[in-house]
């Protein structure tokens, strides 16, 4: 599946308008299937149907992982023993070169405990600000909640290795793994045999007025695993934001703001204002309104291979604001432009058990879903055919 669609039978003239028109299929962007220097898709010559079965998605290592990135939860002292424990292993055992944030090694709780001093000089770091880890990371690890896997696609602008996030944190939706038997499921997933959930991000660029009457280069060229969100910021007044759809305008938005999510992202923050819970393999982007000023706007989903652009309404009486995943926050100005698309670079996360089981377990175990008394059956139910007063007549 080519991330071009072909043009219309007709003269070249009018296929080429057309080609102009549109540059992408209406399906989502075939993905990169290769994650970091030593994982991919493994290869299923038998497959042949276009829509794929999500158990055929598992992990391969076409050559053994030497490097791998050990994620954790900040400012959360519970998670340091889990930590040094699961770092000695992959340095003694394992024989893997680790690598930490450098603002691990600032950690004071971390830096007192005698244990981690015998391996700190071990240690690979690197800085997220200045640091490129494309290319660098074989495999990933993350111990924490979901907010540690979302700080992980941030590191990640283009090509992910697979990553395997262990429950440590508050919720962990998207952290399937349990750490008491760490050894037997890393082992586990290192020799191979893994199922794999291939979350989509969508590429996010903030288009300013002023660069794009330069021709400049975007300052924000950003990848997000939940949701770009607009929102209204400090204003009192209602966001107006006008929405496109590959080049046609949509709707204008007059609320709160706009969820434009992935959906893993379906979730997070766009459940919370609506939306339907979306699996994560399904091909498509999620926009959702945050208390829309209107009865009928309903949250609603689009193919994956679209384009939406978001800008302010020009009569809008304020800017809007937009952050990604939570982060970077910043003003959408009149004159500039948003533009969503999804990325073929997606988040290999690795299943505890398979796509499936993985993410209605987290339904359950984490939102409740569905959870309702049972309605009893009408065995347990008095017997409706006697006469409930004919004891009271009897007596009188």
């Not at 040094?84 to 944030?101: G, S």
């Not at 992980?152 to 008491?180: D, Y």
Request: some cysteine; proline content about 7%.
């Amino acid at each position: 599946m080519g991330t071009e669609s072909a043009p219309p039978l007709g003269n070249d003239s009018e296929s080429e308008a057309s080609l102009k028109r549109r540059t992408r299929s209406l399906n989502a962007p075939s993905p990169i299937q290769q994650f970091g220097p030593c994982g991919r898709i493994m290869k299923n010559s038998a497959m042949v149907m276009t829509i794929q079965d999500p158990a055929s998605q598992r992990l391969t290592w076409y050559k053994p992982p030497l490097t791998v990135l050990v994620i954790k939860k900040v400012r959360d002292a519970m998670v340091i023993p889990p930590f040094i424990q699961l770092v000695k292993w992959f340095i003694h055992q394992k024989r893997m070169v680790v690598f930490v944030e450098s603002a691990v090694m600032d950690d004071p709780v971390l830096t007192r405990n005698p244990e981690f001093g015998h391996i700190q000089d071990k240690l690979m770091t690197f800085s997220e600000q200045k640091d490129d880890l494309t290319d660098k990371i074989d495999f990933c690890v993350c111990l924490g909640g979901d907010g540690t896997l979302l700080y992980a696609s941030s590191l990640f602008q283009q090509s992910v290795p697979p990553i395997m996030a262990f429950h440590l944190g508050s919720l962990g939706f998207l952290t399937p793994f349990k750490f008491e038997d760490f050894e037997a499921q890393v082992t586990h997933v290192l020799e191979g045999h893994a199922a794999l959930t291939l979350r989509s991000r969508l590429r996010c660029i903030l288009i300013k007025q002023e660069e794009e009457e330069s021709s400049a280069k975007p300052s924000t060229n950003q990848l997000v695993l939940n949701e770009v969100v607009i929102d209204r910021g400090p204003s009192p007044y209602l966001s107006n934001i006008d929405l496109y759809l590959d080049g046609k305008l949509i709707t204008s938005v007059q609320g709160d703001g706009l969820i434009v999510s992935t959906p893993t992202g379906s979730t997070a923050y766009a459940v919370a204002a609506g939306a339907s819970m979306i699996h994560p393999s399904v091909p498509a982007v999620m926009v959702t309104p945050i208390c829309p000023h209107s009865l009928s706007f309903r949250p609603i989903v689009v193919p994956a291979g679209v384009e939406l652009k978001i800008s302010v309404s020009p009569d809008s009486r304020n800017t809007a604001w937009v952050s990604f995943d939570g982060r970077k926050r910043q003003e959408l100005c009149h004159g500039d432009s948003l533009r969503v698309t999804t990325s073929i670079y997606p988040i290999p996360s690795i299943c505890a058990q398979d796509q499936i089981t993985d993410w209605f377990d987290s339904l359950a175990e984490c939102l409740h879903w569905n959870v309702r008394k049972k309605q009893r059956t009408l065995d347990e139910l008095s017997d409706l055919s006697s006469d409930p007063y004919e004891e009271t007549k009897n007596e009188t």
